[in-house]
Each structure stands twice: as C-alpha cells, then as structure tokens.
C-alpha cells in the first residue's frame, strides 16, 4: 500500500518562522511573568503567561512536522506525537500549580518529551539548513538532561547534570532563532 504524497515537500518556511517567532515572544513574557512572581508574587501572570506559551509550542510542534521527512509513513506522526504529548502534560502541570498540587513530576516529564522531540526532529534529517538540525539535537539533549535530572536537584550530581542541561538547552534557542530567520535565509538564498 503507497503512503499518500503530500502535495508539497517543502516546508513552509513561513508559518514555521511565524510560529517560531510567536513561542520566542511568548518566552519573553514568561520569564518577565516569573520575575514579576518572583518579586512582587503575583503568580497568576505567571500561569496566564505559562499557558499561553503552552498554546505557541503546541503550535511551533504542528508547524514543524512539514519539516520532517517523509520516507516513511512513521516518523512525522511518532515525533508529532511526541512534541504534542509533552504539550497536554505541560498543559496539565500548569493546572496543577495554582490548585496546589506538585509540578515537578509534570514539569520534567514534559521537559523529557520535548527533548526527545527535538532530539527526534534533528536526528531525522528534517528539510531545514544544516546547523539546525544540529542545534535541535544538541538542544534537546539538555533539555532530556534537565527533565531528568530533577529527580533530585539537591545532590552535587544532580545539580552538575542540571547546569550541563541548561547549557546544553541554549542551543534549543539557537535552533529557534535559526527557525526565526529561515523566511529571511531562504528568501536570500533563492534569489527572490
């Protein structure tokens, strides 16, 4: 039985920088919205900016299955899932959070999926630029190393996996801002 060909094999290189650029946006906010928790402890600014974040990754992780190759007919529905799983359990942590329950368990295995996304998403062979998928490799190991160092971020060891994940994760952002610039690189590069 032959897989359905889509209609086109490219990316849509728009709604990928559109959606890139909307969850970077939405990053912004959610780092002022915990600072402002953080100072003043108006956590319900927090909540609302950490949904809303949710919402953009959700569609960041619907717009970049156009990336992913399609030689066969499992890999872009597996690593959709994936990126879109750890979306309804980051969903379901920030609903827990303000009736008090604990996040952290929530919090890291969101984290977990979405590193396994983005691991999945690079090592694939997606239809982007070459240091992207790079990035999203590097990137999402960090981000598999932070969700599953929380386990006990206490311990010496766990603290040294916790700052290597964090380190490792700026690459995540380097993969976004790749994904930002990707109208504008491509748009050069075809002479338009």
Do not use: C, K
Not at 162 to 179: E, I, K, N, T
Request: net charge positive; aromatic share 8%; charged share 10%.
């Amino acid at each position: 039985m032959a897989v359905p060909s889509s209609p086109s094999l490219e990316p849509d290189v728009r709604a990928i920088s559109r959606a890139a650029r909307w969850w970077f946006a939405t990053f912004v906010v959610e780092v002022v919205a915990l600072i402002t928790d953080l100072v003043f402890h108006v956590r319900i600014l927090t909540v609302v900016a950490n949904v809303i974040a949710t919402g953009t990754m959700a569609f960041l992780v619907w717009t970049l299955r156009t990336a992913l190759p399609r030689r066969d007919r499992w890999t872009m529905p597996v690593l959709t899932s994936i990126g879109l799983l750890g979306v309804v359990v980051e969903f379901a942590s920030q609903l827990g959070g303000p009736i008090g329950a604990s996040v952290i368990p929530l919090a890291s295995i969101a984290t977990v999926l979405y590193g396994g996304w983005l691991v999945g998403l690079g090592g694939s062979r997606p239809t982007l630029p070459p240091p992207l998928p790079r990035r999203a490799v590097i990137g999402g190991m960090g981000w598999l190393l932070t969700g599953l160092a929380t386990n006990d971020p206490l311990q010496p060891i766990w603290l040294a996996l916790v700052a290597l994940g964090a380190l490792l994760s700026l690459f995540a952002l380097g993969f976004v801002f790749g994904l930002i610039d990707l109208d504008r690189s491509t748009v050069g590069m075809s002479g338009s």
